[in-house]
C-alpha cells in the first residue's frame, strides 16, 4: 500500500473548523462529536506526521500517492470534525468521545473498510484508528459522514508516537492490527510494526483483560506475530497457536479473494494479564 505526505495536503487539524453534528447516529452510541473546545484543548501541536527527530525506524513510507477529489474534499472539509490531533500528551478519551465507553485503537485502517464495519457492529465501543496515509484518511472520514458512525475518531500520524504519547497505560480494551505492511524484504523487517519494543509499548497500554488482536496474510510474518506476542511477559495467547477469525472481523475483498486463490490467513487474539 502506498503512502503520501500528508503534511502536503490542505487538510489539518484545525480547531477552528465548526463542529456538527451527524445527521442520523448509528445505534445506542450517539456520543456527540468532538466539541471545539476539547478540539482547542487537545490541539497543542501541530499536525506532524513528518515531526523530525523521531528516534525510531518508520513502518511506513510517505509517498505520493493517488487520491480522489473525494477524499481530499472529505480531509478539507471533515478532519476537523472527526479528527483528534497528535500532541505530546496524554488523550482524555472521555472528552474525544463525548462519553466514557471502552476504547479500542486500530492502526493502520487503510482505506477503512473493516473500521467502519466493526465501528457500526459495536455501538458499545469507541474506535481510535490511527493511519498515515491521506487518501485513507479522507476515504475513512467520508464513510463516518456517509454512515454516520458516531464511535469513530481518527489521528493521522505515526501510531508508534500516538501510543507512545497519547494513550494512558492500562487504558486500552483492545487493539487491531489488520494487515500491517509485511515489509517482505529482509533488509525492510525492521520497518515492521509488530516487534518486541513496540510491542511492550502496546502491552503496557492495554487495560488488564483487554486484547490485542493481529491478522496477516503473510506467513512469514505471522510466524514472527506468534513469536512477539508469545514472549511479550504481559500477554497470554488466547488459543493454542493462532486464533479463528472472530465474527466481528469481516472478510475483505482482497481477503476473499486471497481464500479463493488458497492464500493462507493468520489471526492471533493475545489476552493482557493483570
Ligand atoms: C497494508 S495496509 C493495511 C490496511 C488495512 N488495515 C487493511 O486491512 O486493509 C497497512 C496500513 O498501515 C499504515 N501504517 C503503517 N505504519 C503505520 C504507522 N506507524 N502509523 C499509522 N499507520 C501506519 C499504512 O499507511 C497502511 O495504510
Redesign the pocket.
Known sequence: ???NNPADTPANNSATTPVNTPATPAGDAAATPISQETQAALASTPHAPNSPGATHI???VHRRGHITQGQLAALERLMGQWSIPYAPRRLDPAAAFGREAPTVL??????????EKIALARPGDNFLG????NA?VGSLLRRIEDSSIPNLRII???????VRDMIAPDSLAGV???????WPKKRHHK?R?VQPPFIALLASRIAPGGYIHC?TDWEEYAVQMLEVLGNEPLLKNTADGYAPRPDYRPL?K??TRGLRLGHGVWDLIFKRVA
Not at 486500530?106 to 473500521?115: D, K, L, Q, R, W
Not at 490511527?130 to 496515509?133: C, I, P, S
Not at 500520524?157 to 500516538?162: G, I, K, L, M, T
Open positions: 500500500m502506498t503512502t518508520r513502518s511506513f486500530e492502526i493502520g485502517f487503510g482505506m477503512g473498510e473493516t473500521t490511527v493511519e498515515v496515509f485513507g493521522q500520524h505515526d501510531a508508534v508516537e500516538v487491531h492490527i489488520y494487515f500491517p505492511d509485511p520497518r510494526l491478522a475483505t482482497f481477503e
